[in-house]
């Protein structure tokens, strides 16, 4: 018998949305500690696994993978052939990841103001 | 001897960041499917546990419990007498919770130009 296992759609699927609010839609693909610091390395001009993995935060690569995969499936990232010609493979912001710069800078302003010694 | 578990500082410390980045300090305290839902309904005038807990998204109450805390500790929110007088605990949002506006705008209208379906 073939080994079975819970599967998650690969396409991400409305009805597994909380509801139809928009903060929460974002946040049932956003919310969490290390997407939107995947968002903001491609914002910085980051775009490879290594890059990202290289940021201070120190994300694990597991996770790494898994959100980048998720973002893709989110048509927020695409992959794109890495600038050197090598096998490693590159990601930018599609017009829909673009979109979360305005977010993201509100974001960095509350950080910087309300968050003690906090920097850009 | 005494039981000991390992402790959270009630104190938020700035030590536990990953990064100086305000971006990253953010995800420290909001990073969650469910912070910014609680901010939300603060903002859109809910007060009360069990207005938040009867929020569509359906908040368990044991995290809604644990990030009632967090936010207090972060000065995010604060406690505030039931404005019916009864022992039941209200909350606001402080300056720095209010401040978290724009941003939760800049989510909104992320959410309803870029997924189908949402509405605010």
């Given at each position: 018998?073939?080994?079975?296992?819970?599967?998650?759609?690969?396409?991400?699927?409305?009805?597994?949305?909380?509801?139809?609010?928009?903060?929460?839609?974002?946040?049932?693909?956003?919310?969490?500690?290390?997407?939107?610091?995947?968002?903001?390395?491609?914002?910085?001009?980051?775009?490879?696994?290594?890059?990202?993995?290289?940021?201070?935060?120190?994300?694990?690569?597991?996770?790494?993978?898994?959100?980048?995969?998720?973002?893709?499936?989110?048509?927020?990232?695409?992959?794109?052939?890495?600038a050197d010609g090598t096998k490693h493979r590159a990601y930018?912001?599609?017009?829909?990841?673009?979109?979360?710069?305005?977010?993201?800078?509100?974001?960095?302003?509350?950080?910087?103001?309300?968050?003690?010694?906090?920097?850009?």
């Open positions: 018998m073939a080994k079975t296992k819970p599967t998650r759609s690969r396409k991400p699927d409305s009805a597994a949305r909380r509801s139809p609010c928009p903060v929460a839609c974002s946040l049932d693909i956003l919310g969490d500690r290390w997407s939107l610091l995947v968002i903001r390395d491609l914002l910085l001009g980051r775009t490879r696994f290594k890059d990202f993995s290289a940021s201070p935060e120190g994300i694990p690569t597991n996770i790494l993978s898994e959100r980048l995969v998720r973002l893709q499936q989110h048509e927020i990232i695409a992959q794109i052939p890495a930018q912001l599609t017009p829909k990841g673009k979109a979360l710069g305005p977010m993201l800078k509100e974001m960095r302003d509350w950080g910087l103001k309300w968050e003690k010694g906090t920097r850009a």
